[in-house]
């Protein structure tokens, strides 16, 4: 079964193949929009961005995403940087708790929580196409995998460049998969800033994470490992 | 492997001497983005010829290396450290009626996750 719910500002989809939703998960999401929205203004993270709730006495879980983020920013040359925008750790948030939920289902299942994927077992992934809404630009066999997309069409442009601030030019979308979604997010977000003539070759370098790069021309561009489905037979 | 400067000398015939040098020249060090020094390092490989008065030379770039580079974590040490990348291009394709389970990348807010392929997905799967 599935089920669709608006939290942390985003539909998410929770899918079990043989089984029920277990309705914990949607509580841990009520439960990090509580402690890591920026537009609430009591919780933890706005209180941190206002100076009123130091670091060192946040809750762990704060604390932890905060670290991590520092972590991403160093991989990324700056170009994921919390600091950037304020102190807003919401582009490691969504993948980070879709990890932990993933922890919480049975057997074979799946969430997509605004477009970024994290399965166990296998299940076949569309990519969306930059520019035709009904059709897909890839198909992923994505086995115990996250899958994030960070492009331009999403919600308008609002990935910038940390360094130039100003918006990443030659590029429609990168996919990022691996074994982390939050990781997996981050490394999107990073080489989709870092524009089109230096995205492909960046997530060439991760070790354990795969990508597909769109570029404003129509050229793809993807890793050697990258998980494509293999070809469908042809319709009997 | 650095080594300033190593020299060889091969003389073919009286008329004609052939002189190779290997060089390694170094750039100067230059802060790459806000997280350290680079420095890159070309190894050249410097070949004169010279047949009675007239003399050829050729450079060609052997070797290139980057002795300093920023290494902040065990992880960017190993990023770094990652071979040379290669990608496999294609031509963007649209594939409209995919068998898939799941879309990535293209439902971030409720409007457009209504308008979504996935919506649609779910929607076929309660028939």
């Known amino acids: ?236 | 492997m650095l080594a300033a400067m190593t020299a060889a000398a091969t003389i073919a015939t009286t008329a004609k001497r052939t002189v190779t040098v290997t060089k390694t020249v170094s750039g100067r060090q230059a802060v790459a983005d806000r997280w350290g020094y680079v420095e890159v390092t070309l190894v050249v490989k410097k070949t004169t010829t010279t047949v009675g008065t007239h003399k050829k030379v050729t450079r060609k770039i052997t070797g290139v290396n980057v002795p300093v580079y920023p290494n902040h974590t065990d992880r960017s040490i190993f990023i770094n450290e990652q071979a040379i990348p290669w990608l496999k291009q294609e031509v963007l394709a649209a594939q409209f009626n995919p068998n898939i389970e799941l879309v990535g990348g293209a439902t971030a807010t409720s409007y457009a996750f209504q308008q979504s392929l996935q919506a649609a997905l779910l929607a076929a799967r309660k028939v």
């Open chain 1, 1 to 236: 079964m599935h089920r669709v719910e608006h939290v942390m500002g985003m539909p998410i989809v929770v899918e079990v193949r043989d089984g029920e939703v277990p309705g914990a998960v949607f509580d841990w999401f009520r439960h990090v929009d509580e402690t890591f929205s920026t537009y609430r203004d009591d919780s933890e993270v706005s209180r941190i961005r206002r100076g009123e709730l130091a670091l060192a006495d946040a809750s762990d879980d704060v604390r932890t995403v905060y670290a991590r983020c520092a972590e991403l920013c160093e991989e990324t040359s700056g170009f994921f940087d919390v600091d950037a925008v304020g102190g807003d750790p919401s582009g490691y948030v969504k993948g980070w708790a879709v990890e932990r939920a993933a922890e919480m289902l049975p057997g074979e299942s799946a969430i997509n929580a605004g477009g970024d994927i994290r399965t166990k077992g296998t299940w076949r992934v569309g990519v969306q196409h930059p520019f035709e809404r009904q059709a897909v630009a890839k198909v992923v066999e994505a086995t115990d995998l996250a899958v994030a997309t960070s492009g331009a069409y999403e919600r308008g442009e609002h990935v910038l460049d940390p360094h130039s601030g100003s918006a990443p030019t030659g590029i429609l979308s990168v996919t990022v998969t691996g074994p982390d979604l939050g990781t997996a997010d981050a490394y999107a977000t990073a080489a989709f800033a870092m524009g089109g003539h230096r995205a492909g070759n960046w997530t060439a370098r991760l070790p354990g994470y795969e990508a597909m790069t769109i570029l404003a021309d129509g050229r793809v561009l993807l890793t050697p490992g990258f998980p494509q489905a293999p070809p469908e037979p042809p319709a009997a």
